[in-house]
């Protein structure tokens, strides 16, 4: 299967490229999207500001600049608020968004953090599945399609999920 899970952080990877955990500015933040914009330096934030923020569940791409990876997707995940918010759906389409730009830009191998199961508070059960279960819908839908998945955990809980759910 082209999906893998790892542990570790997503800006040191050697793929063509990492998808940001953003918020709705692209303007930077903590979390995964902290540590991106550190490793890849303020040309970056440079070329953020030219974007005009994204909305929640849509996905937008930079240069990687200092990072391996050529480039990054910035997706923005929903604030769990209960779940009757479309939370669910919305966390589904970046992960569907993100991935539909990756084919546009030909890109072969792609790595995903945990989206929205930091700051924003998703729960990481749901969050996992969700996150399989659209990536797999992607694949079906693109079955020739040459795109390695990789997903990065950088907290024991979401790596031990991943693993079981993978099998
Ligand atoms: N590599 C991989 N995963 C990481 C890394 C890393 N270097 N650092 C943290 N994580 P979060 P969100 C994991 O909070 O919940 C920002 O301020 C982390 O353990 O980064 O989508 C943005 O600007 C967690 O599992 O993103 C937004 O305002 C996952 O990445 C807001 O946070 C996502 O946690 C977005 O919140």
Sequence with gaps: MNIKV???????????????????????????DGAI?????NELLEECRLLNGCNTGDAKYTKGY????????????????GGN??????LASCYYRSLELAK?????????PNISTGVFGFPKIQAAEIALKTVKQFLQANPFLPIEI??????????????????
């Design 66 to 81: 200092r990072l391996v990876a050529k480039y990054i997707i910035h997706t923005v995940g929903p604030v769990w608020q």
């Design 37 to 41: 914009h550190k490793a890849a330096g």
């Design 150 to 167: 990789t997903f990065v955990c950088f907290d024991d809980e979401n790596y031990d999920l991943y693993h079981q759910l993978l099998g």
């Design 6 to 32: 790892i542990k570790g952080d997503i800006t040191r990877l050697d793929v063509d490229a990492i998808v940001n955990a953003a918020n709705n500015t692209l303007l930077g933040g903590g979390g995964v």
């Design 104 to 112: 546009s830009l030909d890109i072969k191998a792609i790595a995903f």
């Design 85 to 90: 918010s479309n939370e669910p759906e919305l």
